[in-house]
């Protein structure tokens, strides 16, 4: 079997430990030191999925401006651009710098260089950052960091789940705008808080990858005022 050759390392700020990126053929993995593989180049059809499914709950997505926490291997921002209109805007907020360098190098082609594409903006730095500062200024936030709400990894976004940044998310989306939050398994108390801060929820499951794969599940949870 072809092994994997490691590519590059880098810190996750906040001392969240060391991210790795390794490469194996055509494929491309992502791990964390110690705590094993966050994402796989072959399985990203539940990313796909988060924004696919979110552009669907979008009443019109001609001009529709969305935020992405978590630019990961870049599939979740390649579907929605594939998915949404020539005049919208999208805006990536990725904690490590290195992830964006990745995503402009080697891992570029595997979404096809989503970052290429003038409807995006990146902000390199916590997405919590970008939330306490916007008011009903997006459409859709779109929530793909660490392993979801129940999987921490990385503690520091204990506050993005919890009732604190679920709130400062319902206050940046606009009336009737969506936050879709993946996560790598189900979290009824998660459920629960969405439904607090006054978000309308639906849950679903979805595959890692197409129609095979573990389930992973999607969080749809609109402001309804």
Sequence with gaps: MTPWILLDSAPVP????????????????????????????????SEDALAEQTCVRLANTDHARMLIGGLGMGFTLAAALRTLGAQAQIVVAELVPAVVTWNKGPLGECAGNPLQDLRVTVREGDVARVLKSERQAYDAILLDVDNGPEGLTHKANDWLYGVNGLTAAYTALRPQGVLAVWSAGPDQDFSQRLQKVGFDVEMVRVRAHGTKGAWHVIWFARRVV
Excluded: A, D
Excluded at 19 to 39: A, D, V
């Design 14 to 45: 906040g001392n969240g430990g060391e991210l790795r990126l390794y490469q194996r053929g055509n494929e491309f993995s992502i791990k964390i030191q110690g705590r094993g593989e966050l994402m796989n180049s072959r399985m990203h059809g």
